[in-house]
């Protein structure tokens, strides 16, 4: 046979194809070179506690690439299980990982998966050991085919083919409302990775709350039990409840036409209230006794005009004593303007009201007036009693004027070291101690003839008191005192 060019050409290109694929096929594919001399790759040993189906060449992924094969799985003495993996050098793999194995499909091909736990750690080295406690293996499958049928030859064939009948009667033809909950799920579990920190923190601080739960149990309960009468107390009132919201739309319309009818007057009503307010709250103790006390004093009018009930007497009558019992005690007049400064009687002006308070003073615990003015109790100082708000927001104690006797002191106080009447302390502008000076109303002098009992009043016109006169009869008794005269 003669060998032609062409015929040497085409077994030249087939040798360089030839040749060319198996050295693909041996150091690609076959990996002779890491086969036969350990090339490019170094070995690290598992230690596993049973084989778990693992068998040599099986692939090794971390962070789901393949860097390497299981090159051996041995038996060691102990009855453990070590598999040694051939690892590429290229590929840097963290020492502080978890070795699993796992299988990619139901025949049971399985592979060595590397998770790392840190990424700090420094990469693993040729001889290094991944240890037990660090490694896990799938469960048998044959276990699990056991355990599964065991578990179906459990379950009675009939009451099977019942639970299969009725879910096709419960879900049959409820395939779009199940395809809408499966992608509101899908969109609800989108979300959620997308807010992942928000949840991973309401996770975590959970637990205080779950035990503040835990901790006021007893009150929750409390608060059952306090709403079940509740609820049961409106069971037994349905009628009552009934009648209530068939009624409260035609009184809250009358609460309305209330409300627009005050509305011009309301806003100042309010106002008003609002200047009030403070005060009521600072004397809150005061006006919550005054409630408590108004009641009783109502009951004690009430039980005085019910007169004689269930009683056989002659006459009807409120049971009230008349006694008068006249100037007992005596007024008090300690603290008021002296008589010589005391308008007349006579006249009808309003005058303007003194700058200087006017009250009785007289030590406070004397028997004259005790309910007076002086002993109002200090609501904002417990314990100290005051005649006026000034004196009792103050430092200023209370100082008497006298014994309450007696009116001591010239007429126009000014023997006496103490103005008549009280005179305010100044403002903290003005200086310490400096009291204001007031002005002195005019003295009135009245002339008086006890012959003829004629006098000359503030107004400058005479009058006569002739009971009071020389000339009067001698004979006066308590009744002509009372009759006006000329009767």
């Known amino acids: 046979m003669r060998m032609t060019r062409r015929i040497w050409v085409q077994i030249t290109i087939f040798l ?30 598992v230690e596993l506690p049973e084989a778990g189906g693992l068998y040599e060449r099986s692939n090794v992924s971390y962070l789901g690439t393949t860097v390497g094969l299981v090159e051996k799985v041995i038996l060691t003495d102990s009855g453990d299980v070590e598999a040694v993996l051939s690892l590429r050098s290229d590929m840097p793999i963290s020492s502080d990982v978890d070795a699993q194995v796992h299988s990619r499909s139901a025949v049971g091909e399985q592979y060595v998966a590397l998770l ?22 799938p469960p048998d499958i044959n276990e699990l085919l056991d355990a599964t049928n065991t578990g179906l030859q459990a379950i009675p064939g009939d009451n099977l083919r019942t639970l299969i009948d009725e879910s096709y009667t419960a879900f049959g033809g409820l395939g779009p409302e199940i395809s809408r909950f499966v992608k509101g799920s899908t969109n609800l579990a989108i979300d959620a990775k997308a807010n992942l920190p928000e949840l991973t923190s309401l996770a975590d601080n959970a637990a205080p709350i779950l035990d503040t739960q835990t901790d006021t149990a007893d009150s929750i309960e409390a608060w059952a039990v306090n709403l079940a009468d509740l609820t049961g107390q409106l069971r037994e009132q349905d009628g009552a409840v009934a009648g209530l919201l068939q009624k409260g ?7 309305r036409q209330l409300f627009d009818r005050v509305n011009p007057t309301l806003p100042v009503v309010m106002a008003n209230l609002a200047n009030i307010a403070p005060v009521l709250v600072t004397y809150s103790p005061a006006v919550e006794q005054l409630l408590v006390l108004i009641p009783m004093g109502n009951q004690i009018q009430q039980g005085t005009g019910v007169a004689n009930r269930d009683v056989k007497l002659d006459y009807k009558g409120a049971f009230l004593s008349f006694n008068l019992n006249l100037n007992l005690p005596p007024p ?36 004259f007036n005790v309910r007076g003015v002086r002993n109002f109790p200090c609501i904002g100082r417990p314990g100290k009693r005051a005649p006026t708000a000034r004196m009792c927001e103050s430092d200023e104690q209370y100082v008497p004027l006298n014994d309450g006797l007696s009116w001591k002191g010239d007429p126009n106080a000014t023997l006496s070291g103490q103005g008549v009447p009280h005179l305010p ?35 400058g016109q005479v009058y006569r008191q002739g009971d009071l006169a020389a000339t009067a009869p001698a004979e006066r008794t308590w009744e002509s005192m009372l009759v006006p005269p000329g009767s």
């Open 16 to 45: 360089t194809v030839t040749a060319i694929s198996f050295a693909v096929m041996a150091f690609g594919f076959m990996r002779l070179p890491n086969l036969l001399f350990g090339y490019g790759h170094y070995r690290v040993t």
């Open 332 to 367: 008090c007049t300690t603290g008021f303007l002296p008589a010589s400064q005391m308008r007349d009687a006579t006249y009808e002006d309003a005058p303007e009201r003194t700058e200087a308070d006017l009250y009785c003073r007289i030590p406070q615990d004397a028997m």
């Open 425 to 459: 302390v100044a403002s903290p502008s003005e200086g310490p101690g400096v009291v204001q000076q007031q002005s002195l109303p005019p003295i009135a002098v009245a002339t008086y003839d006890p012959a003829t009992g004629t006098y000359v009043g503030p107004d």
């Open 249 to 255: 739309p035609a009184a809250a319309d009358q609460v």
């Open 116 to 137: 790392p736990v840190s990424d700090n750690a420094p990469p693993l080295v040729d001889g290094d050991v991944i240890p037990r406690d660090r490694t896990s293996v």
